[in-house]
């Protein structure tokens, strides 16, 4: 599956964003789909991931209550809204599919395939 990541930009503290990721390739809800960041200087880390069927739902502690992980099947896309932007929010976001489509994962090594990353930029 290729993934194709959109919607970064430059916001202020406080704003909001929404990232869309749309895979092509294979049944998209065969694919578990996960967002990631990586800001400079630090490693890749989770953000939030959804199951193939829209069932499970894992958010990072530091994003829980801004941000919203959604996907639309039928057009091969997950979103994730991200509300209530802060200065620590900018990095680079990734999106990431896997075949393990029946769970949500908080793990690099639970996904296969990986987008090109979107850069959000929030300045306070």
């Known amino acids: 599956v290729q993934l194709q990541a959109c919607g970064g930009g430059l916001v202020q503290d406080g704003d909001s964003l929404r990232l869309s990721c749309a895979a092509s390739g294979s049944t998209f809800s065969y694919y578990r789909m996960g967002w990631f960041r990586q800001a400079p200087g630090k490693e890749r880390e989770f953000v939030a991931a959804?199951?193939?069927?829209?069932?499970?739902?894992l958010y990072a502690d530091s994003v829980k209550g801004r941000f919203t992980i959604s996907r639309e099947n039928i057009e091969n896309t997950v979103y994730l809204q991200m509300n209530s932007l802060k200065a620590d929010d900018t990095a680079v976001y990734y999106c990431?599919?896997?075949?393990?489509?029946?769970?949500?994962?908080?793990?690099?090594?639970?996904?296969?395939?990986w987008g090109q990353g979107t850069q959000v930029t929030v300045s306070s």
């Open positions: 990431a599919a896997d075949e393990r489509w029946a769970t949500a994962s908080r793990m690099i090594s639970g996904y296969t395939y």
């Open positions: 959804i199951s193939g069927t829209d069932r499970y739902k």
